[in-house]
């Protein structure tokens, strides 16, 4: 029983980790009252965007052995770019022209993941390789590296080491979002131009400019989580459609949650772990049963939504003017 | 006071949105340590004019001098810095944050973010001052009183020097009201500056020092308020002379009969939380029956029971049809019980939203009554249109025409249009909540009117009011209630201001003991 849960739970926080990049920017995004449902997209394109900047650098390589600093910075800062891109396009549409929040972030949702598919593709057609896949190895190796004591401290390191670094960038950023959130002024800006955004244009807040870096901010960090996906789950290795719905579970988690970065962290672990205990639960050969073990995160999504409203408590809601537009003089 | 340096000087200001001029050319001067009532009906341009002072909006020509020099005011932020604040009609504060938040918000203090040091600035504030707020307190579990008073703290947390009111006392009692002018008139001493926008001549009197008047958009003229009568007053308001004393007919006795009898009713909401406590009373024909409280006591809950809206835990609520027929109302359905010439017209806060569609326009609104009538599967439009028609011309409703959404309509239009909507049918019981809420003079006397006219056609109205003067001169007799229980019927000719009020916040009046 010990030795299971050992191996477990390093499965469990990989498979929570994207969720968590993904559930903490959307939580920014939704605390300046945005609801971007394009994260499943932006999370795409942040992968994808990596991807091809790996590729075209392991390709110039031409067998030589690779830089670490770039191997890592070139991934990192193309997946930055494309994901802030993302970010730019939803807040031009729904805050500048203030497009319908719901059909803009499904579009985005469409065009990222169409986008992550076209670009994987003629990836793949330019390797010339037999499987569709990308192979990025060394740039994997990279971001898989694990703190160097981890192989000697036994089950502990296991579980608390065994990750690359991307997975304790993620549980930063979650702790600093919820510090920024709750105890600095600018968080407190923020959380009132998703609440009120009447009051704190009043109160001389930029809502315009909260919305678009929050968003922005946000989409980033969803981004990463499609680059910790590829570079470091999936051991550097791009198919595509591979990546599921991981971000609509983000989207879930952010309502599991009630839109607290903190508790995402232990929270996104859990989900991660009901998304793969289909594949720990002796289910014979019935593949049915699988299938009902997987929806064991939206399930407990569900009972949480439930009783949050049943609790009817105001802090427990969500921002007040979420997904509604701002227009100063509107009447 | 004359004579000194004016704080402010507003120079020909001019500011139109699209085709409706909101202000046209207008000068005044507001003068430190004094109280300046901005007196002028509905529409105009009274709280426009006060934005573009506070940075909600733009002038489109002119110019705000302030100490003799020219400012320009771009944004709220720019106005706090000039020392101007604004205490607007909604409030704006954040209901999940405290009051402490709400204070701070927007604000750049040098230094880190403490909000244990900036709640005991409020406090010393509060203390300063005598409000009565925690700063640690919520915005969702505070009263209206509780969340001004976070506004006017908030004003003078920024350290701001003149504080404009836009209509402070529209949802504040009586007593609120006193309270409120002492705490304004500790400020004035003080030597800030207050402006209160209004259409209530009674609190221009007993607050201001100086009024001025503006009509459809221009300046018509100031007064010294000492040396000014209220008719005066309400002459350079409207434009033309008026009479102030609504109408009050005496009832037909001859045809008087109960229509409406409640009796023990009790109503819990979804939370549990009792919202009418055993309540009793008579409704006659041909009469107008008030119902005062303050807001929030219980009023609408008691309409909707009587609509077959609500919910009614115990009690009974009859229907007198003609003196041997009598129809339990509870538990009959809403339609049947409209049916039977119940009509409810409520007027919420936001105006519309109940009753009215905003984004439908006027002949749509009409069909919401009628389009069950008849066989045939396609509605008929041709008499709501006709209806809608016959609404604008009786009731003077500004309109393009009938097929303009309601949402674009000035407040007042729409409520003429709702009132308008439920008289058309003919009732036998009238019941109408807030029917002249943000409406002025003169739309409000037209209101009045109606009123008066179905209540010499028999009907039997139930008036639930806000403005205790207009429920005085208005109603035959009126119930109070205070916190969901009657707390006494009495007779509107024979009543004082003083008395109800007192019923309004305590159980059967009394002294404070």
């Not at chain 1, 959380?191 to 001389?204: K, L, M, S, Y």
């Not at chain 2, 009197?205 to 005066?232: F, H, I, N, P, W």
């Not at chain 2, 009479?243 to 045809?255: A, V």
């Not at chain 2, 009215?356 to 439009?381: A, E, K, Q, W």
Request: with cysteine.
């Amino acid at each position: 029983m010990f030795d299971f849960i050992i191996s477990f739970i390093p499965r469990a926080v990989a498979q929570g980790i994207p969720l968590l990049y993904g559930c903490t920017g959307e939580i920014i995004t939704e605390k300046s009252g945005n609801l971007n449902l394009g994260i499943p997209g932006v999370m795409y394109v942040g992968g994808i965007c990596g991807v091809i900047g790996s590729f075209l650098y392991e390709r110039t390589l031409g067998g030589a052995p690779i830089n670490p600093a770039l191997g890592i910075l070139i991934p990192l800062i193309s997946c930055i770019v494309g994901s802030m891109l993302m970010g730019l396009i939803y807040c031009f549409l729904t805050v500048t022209l203030r497009a319908n929040q719901n059909v803009t972030g499904l579009a985005m949702t469409t065009f990222g993941i169409g986008l992550g598919n076209f670009f994987g593709g003629s990836l793949i057609k330019l390797t010339g390789a037999d499987i569709p896949s990308i192979s990025l190895t060394a740039t994997s190796n990279l971001f898989r590296t694990t703190l160097p004591f981890a192989g000697s401290t036994g089950w502990f390191g296991q579980v608390f080491f065994s990750y690359g670094f991307l997975a304790y960038v993620a549980i930063l950023i979650a702790i600093g979002a919820s510090f920024c959130l709750n105890r600095t002024r600018i968080g407190l800006q923020l959380r009132a131009v998703g609440e009120n955004p009447a009051t704190a244009d009043a109160a001389g807040i930029s809502i315009t400019r909260y919305k678009y870096v929050a968003t922005c901010a946000g989409c980033v960090i969803a981004g990463l989580g499609g680059l910790y996906f590829v570079m470091d789950y999936a051991n550097g290795i791009w198919s595509n459609d591979a990546f599921g719905d991981r971000g609509w579970l983000a989207i879930a988690l952010v309502i599991f949650t009630i839109w607290r970065p903190a508790a995402s962290i232990p929270a996104s672990i859990l989900f991660g772990g009901l998304y793969i205990l289909h594949l720990f639960i002796p289910t014979g050969t019935d593949l049915a049963v699988k299938e009902l073990y997987k929806m064991l995160p939206y399930i407990v999504t569900i009972v949480v939504l439930v009783l949050t409203s049943l609790r009817n408590k105001r802090e427990n809601q969500p921002p007040e003017s979420l997904g509604l537009p701002y227009f100063r003089e509107d009447r | 006071m004359h004579g000194k340096q004016p704080a402010v000087s507003l120079r020909n200001i001019s500011k139109s949105f699209g085709p409706i001029q909101a202000n046209n050319d207008v000068s005044l001067d507001i003068y430190r340590g004094e109280v300046l009532a901005l007196l002028g009906e509905n529409g105009s341009g009274k709280t426009t004019l006060m934005n573009m002072l506070s940075g909600i909006y733009y002038p489109d020509t002119g110019q705000i001098l302030m100490d003799g020099k020219p400012v320009s005011i771009g944004s709220p932020k720019d106005a706090f810095d000039h020392g101007v604040g604004m205490i607007h009609q909604h409030f704006k504060l954040v209901n999940v944050f405290t009051a402490t938040e709400n204070i701070v918000l927007g604000l750049k203090d040098e230094g880190g973010f403490d909000l244990k040091a900036a709640a005991a600035k409020v406090k010393k504030i509060c203390d300063d001052y005598g409000f009565d707020v925690d700063p640690n307190q919520k915005v969702y579990d505070m009263s209206v009183s509780q969340k001004q008073t976070v506004e006017i703290v908030k004003l003078l947390y920024r350290g701001a020097e003149i504080l404009i009111l836009d209509e402070p006392t529209a949802v504040l009692t009586p007593q609120e009201t006193d309270k409120l002018f002492a705490v304004l008139r500790n400020m004035r001493d003080d030597g800030k500056t207050i402006v209160i926008i209004t259409h209530k001549l009674t609190e221009v009197k007993e607050l201001s020092d100086r009024v001025v008047v503006l009509r459809k958009g221009e300046y018509v003229g100031e007064m010294v308020t000492a040396e000014a009568t209220t008719q005066e007053m309400t002459n350079m308001m409207v434009g033309r002379q008026v009479t102030l004393n609504i109408d009050r007919p005496d009832p037909e006795m001859k045809y008087r009969m109960e229509r409406i009898r409640v009796k023990n009713l009790t109503i819990k909401n979804r939370e549990g939380v009792t919202k009418l406590d055993n309540v009793s009373f008579s409704a006659y024909t041909g009469e107008i029956l008030g119902i005062a409280g303050i807001s929030g006591s219980g009023q609408k809950e008691l309409l909707e029971a009587i609509a077959g809206l609500q919910t009614v835990e115990s009690g009974s609520i009859e229907y007198n049809v003609d003196n041997e027929q009598v129809e339990q109302l509870i538990g009959m359905d809403p339609l049947k019980i409209a049916g039977m010439g119940v009509v409810l017209s409520f007027v919420p806060e936001d105006r519309l939203g109940m009753g009215l569609v905003g984004s439908m326009d006027l002949t749509d609104n009409m069909m919401l009554r009628s389009f069950r009538n008849g066989l045939s599967p396609l509605t008929d439009r041709k008499e709501p249109r006709h209806l809608a028609e016959l609404v604008v011309d009786e009731l003077e409703v500004n309109t393009p025409g009938v097929d303009t959404p309601v949402s674009k309509l000035s407040g007042g239009n729409v409520q003429k249009v709702l009132v308008g909507r439920e008289i058309a049918a003919a009732p036998t019981v009238l019941l109408s909540a807030y029917a002249v809420r943000g409406l002025d003079v003169n739309s409000s006397y037209l209101i009045y009117d109606l009123l008066n006219r179905q209540k010499g056609n028999g009907v039997a109205v139930i008036y639930v009011g806000e403005d205790l003067d207009v429920l005085l001169e208005l109603c035959d007799r009126i119930l109070v209630l205070c916190g969901g229980k009657v707390s006494g019927i009495v007779d509107g000719r024979t009543t004082t201001k003083n008395e109800v009020g007192l019923m309004m916040t305590k159980l059967g009046g009394g002294e404070e003991r």
